[in-house]
């Protein structure tokens, strides 16, 4: 490794770190990641193992046992996965395409906003693109030199990024593909299969839960069915983030497309590991969207397929890298990062623009939640309760406030569907929900004179949920509303019972 390219890793890793570090606790944590501090302090339990395996759980309870539970110190460790993951893409690039590409792809990953997004989120996301890019180098490493050190470090990163997030699986077909273009194939073959089956041998334990999950359980099922345009969407939040408008999105796309081309077709002598490096990304993905057109499942892809990113920021910068003339080069290398950086700008700022798509409302739901406790304290009184129309809010009040004396109920409508109870019953069971009540029914189980009534949706976007609309009219008519307040996304009504 050449002394420039040294320091150029350098100076894109300490980028890297400001972008992640640059107001990691600016906001409150919202829904997913108080569910990931829940998870971790069950994780012991295999029941807590149905929506994700447990190996970042376990970590993140012991860094919660050493470091504490602010939002700074939960969400360090993905920034830390995060920060890694650039090193680990820059490996990968250096040794597929050379040091130039490695450089390119190292900065790319740096200043990804769909990467910086997630390495300030308490969640698994950053820590399975790390594993995952780790056990590409070892295996390309393998392939050059055939040490026994490199197919242990393959199957052990292989195995670790099973049991980080169970999609990780549809990588086990992609290594195969890569394995079968690799030219001396026949002189890996042992060591290939032996690696590949310990991986799988350790995930052995986590295959009932997973086939539980994706195969009979339905209730957990809240995507309709999904169309090849929302995989090309996905691709879109890789290119520009969350926080990008339409427009830039129009912009984007086709430059982005043009230099992912030109890096697959350019150079054919390289085409091997071209077609190597298109396998891991692409191939994941057309399983996975083959998958969903049969069956739909939660799984949140751009979350889950965040692991195939750094291959096609692979295939970018080796577009930008073997551009000509120079001129053209650098124009295209300044378009795509200024393509990225503008929604960076809007991402410090939480700022939103309105896409019209159903999959970005998801991200939009980081509002904060301590108003939402400096509001209630002061104003209730013994023989108060305090009740919700939807999961989330309810699993976020009690993590912000955690000496709350006041019963808490999820207040389940007849017309809130068989998902939204289905996963309220779960709820309560894992201990997330204090106590689903179902309306009119179980009126008699509220204990309390006065019940506020925090009305939202999930997106805690100021629109009422279904479930909502339903349970308010029906407290109308059961006691009096005594004072209605708009707050963080939410309507919170104040209800006295009728004597």
Request: proline share 5%; with cysteine.
């Amino acid at each position: 490794m050449k002394t420039r390219a040294v320091i150029f890793l350098i100076a894109i890793l300490g980028f890297s770190f400001f972008l992640r570090f640059y107001k990691i606790a600016g906001h409150d944590l919202w829904y997913d990641e108080v569910t990931s501090v829940n998870l971790a302090h069950k994780v012991e339990h295999p029941s807590a193992w149905n929506k994700h395996p447990p190996l970042y759980f376990l970590f993140l309870k012991a860094w919660i046992h050493s470091f504490g539970e602010s939002e700074l110190a939960l969400r360090v460790p993905s920034l830390l996965f995060g920060c890694l993951g650039v090193a680990a893409g820059y490996l990968v690039a250096a040794g597929l395409f050379g040091e130039g590409v490695g450089i390119l792809t190292a900065a790319i990953l740096a200043c990804s906003p769909v990467h910086i997004w997630y390495a300030q989120e308490v969640r698994p996301y950053t820590l399975l693109p790390l594993f995952v890019t780790l056990a590409t180098y070892f295996l390309f490493a393998a392939f050059r030199r055939n040490r026994f050190r490199y197919w242990c470090g393959f199957w052990l990163a292989l195995a670790c990024s099973f049991y980080t997030a169970y999609i990780a699986l549809l990588l086990i077909p992609a290594f195969i593909g890569v394995f079968l273009l690799e030219k001396n194939r026949q002189e890996f073959l042992r060591s290939f299969c032996w690696s590949m089956a310990a991986a799988v041998a350790v995930f052995l334990p986590c295959v009932p839960i997973l086939i539980d999950r994706y195969f009979y359980h339905a209730v957990f099922t809240w995507f309709r069915p999904i169309g090849y345009d929302e995989y090309l969407l996905t691709i879109e939040n890789f290119n520009v983030g969350f926080n990008a408008s339409s427009l830039m999105d129009r912009v984007a796309f086709p430059v982005f497309f043009c230099v992912f081309a030109f890096g697959l077709l350019a150079r054919r002598m390289d085409w091997r590991k071209t077609f190597q490096c298109l396998l891991l990304f692409a191939l994941p993905i057309g399983i996975l969207y083959a998958y969903s057109l049969h069956r739909a499942s939660p799984i949140y892809r751009d979350r889950q397929l965040l692991m195939a990113s750094p291959f096609y920021y692979m295939l970018l910068a080796r577009g930008l890298w073997l551009g000509r003339p120079r001129f053209l080069r650098v124009s295209l290398i300044a378009a795509i990062f200024l393509l990225m950086f503008w929604p960076l700008t809007n991402y410090y700022r939480y700022f939103f623009p309105d896409r019209g798509d159903w999959q970005r409302t998801w991200v939009r739901q980081k509002q904060p939640v301590r108003p939402l406790v400096a509001f209630l304290k002061p104003r209730m009184r013994s023989g108060d309760c305090i009740a919700h129309t939807d999961w989330s809010t309810e699993t976020l009040l009690r993590f912000y406030w955690r000496d709350n004396p006041y019963p808490q109920y999820l207040f389940i409508s007849s017309v809130a569907g068989k998902s939204f109870s289905g996963y309220a019953d779960a709820g309560v069971r894992f201990g997330d929900i204090s106590q689903a009540i179902r309306i009119p029914t179980d009126k008699n189980k509220i204990k309390g004179e006065r019940i506020w009534l925090i009305a939202t949706g999930f997106g805690r976007d100021g629109l009422l949920n279904q479930n909502s609309e339903a349970v308010i009219p029906w407290l109308d008519k059961e006691a009096v509303l005594r004072q209605k307040t708009a707050l963080c996304g939410t309507q919170i009504l104040l209800y006295e019972k009728k004597k």
